[in-house]
């Protein structure tokens, strides 16, 4: 099982619209996923028709809680979801002292059936988003290409870095930054996403997400991207960047069947 947390203090950057589309994608080719809502919002649940406050599923805030018992909700054959609810705020200004909860808890066996656990995590720089780091293999860094978002994408990085400087036992693997909402048709585009290069080389993931209807629309059908339009761009930008991002974690002996190269 390896685990990657999205992160980003940016709000509305595309976090929990990468950690949906994402998971389904993988999930429908065969790869058991699992989502951890690390973000009080509950956004997750919403984007999935899944009830958050079911009382006999596994909730994140179970999880920060130490507790492990109950079911955890599957949603589907290979996807399955630990939501969170505004319940979790109470542990936001907890710090992390030594390990983290979490990381503890995903290396217990209910969770090693998984083969990626997928972290979604609020826009703050909070002890949440740390414990989302701290319990992760890899995380990585979506960004709309606008104006302060390479200041927001330093920001994001440093945090991360000292995150996990000051825990002895991780060493989570920066996956890069990936672009979201692009339109290429804006003229600050092509300078943006040279300086992004410029900084980032080859941690700037070569997939990108354009901004579309698809992605935005699909929600209120209670869609993700791969179900909503079948032969839409959304949707082969969402599986290529699913696969590249595989490649990355080095778990590309899990092929992705439906190649749009
Ligand atoms: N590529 C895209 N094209 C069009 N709309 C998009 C795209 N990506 C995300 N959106 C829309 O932008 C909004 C914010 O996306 P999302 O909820 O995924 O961001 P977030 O980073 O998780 O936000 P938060 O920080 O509040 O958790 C949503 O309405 C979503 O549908
Ligand atoms: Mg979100």
Redesign the pocket.
């Given at each position: 099982m390896k685990s990657l947390a999205?992160l980003?203090?940016?709000?509305?950057?595309?976090?929990?619209?990468?950690?949906?589309n994402i998971a389904k994608i993988y999930s429908k080719n065969d790869i058991k996923t699992l989502i951890i809502d690390l973000?009080p919002?509950g956004?997750t649940s919403t984007?999935l028709d899944f009830d958050k406050n079911n009382k006999n599923i596994l909730t994140s805030q179970d999880l920060l809680l130490g507790k492990t018992q109950k079911e955890i909700g599957f949603l589907e054959e290979n996807l399955a979801i630990i939501p969170s609810n505004e319940t979790i705020l109470k542990f936001n200004n907890e710090k992390i002292v030594g390990g983290s909860i979490l990381q503890q808890k995903l290396k217990s066996f209910v969770f090693s059936n998984f083969d990626i656990v997928i972290i979604?995590?609020?826009?703050t720089m909070s002890s949440l988003v740390q414990e989302a780091i701290s319990a992760s293999d890899f995380y990585l860094i979506?960004t709309?290409p606008e104006f302060l978002a390479i200041e927001g994408v330093s920001q994001a990085m440093k945090f991360a870095k000292e995150t996990i400087s000051r825990q002895i036992s991780i060493s989570p693997i920066f996956l890069g930054v990936v672009l979201?909402?692009?339109d290429i048709t804006r003229s600050s585009y092509i300078d943006f996403e040279k300086e992004l290069e410029y900084l980032l080389a080859d941690k700037l993931i070569n997939s990108k997400?354009?901004?579309?209807?698809?992605?935005?629309?699909?929600?209120f059908y209670l869609k993700t991207v791969d179900e909503f339009d079948e032969h839409s761009k959304?949707k082969k930008e969402f599986y290529k960047l699913a696969k590249e991002l595989l490649e990355r974690m080095a778990l590309n002996e899990k092929i992705i069947e439906q190649s749009y190269n």
């Open positions: 999205i980003c203090q940016k709000g509305g950057v595309g976090k929990t619209t990468l950690v949906v973000d919002q956004n984007y979604d995590t609020p826009p979506p709309k979201n909402q692009v997400i354009s901004n579309s209807a698809e992605v935005a629309d699909s929600p959304s």
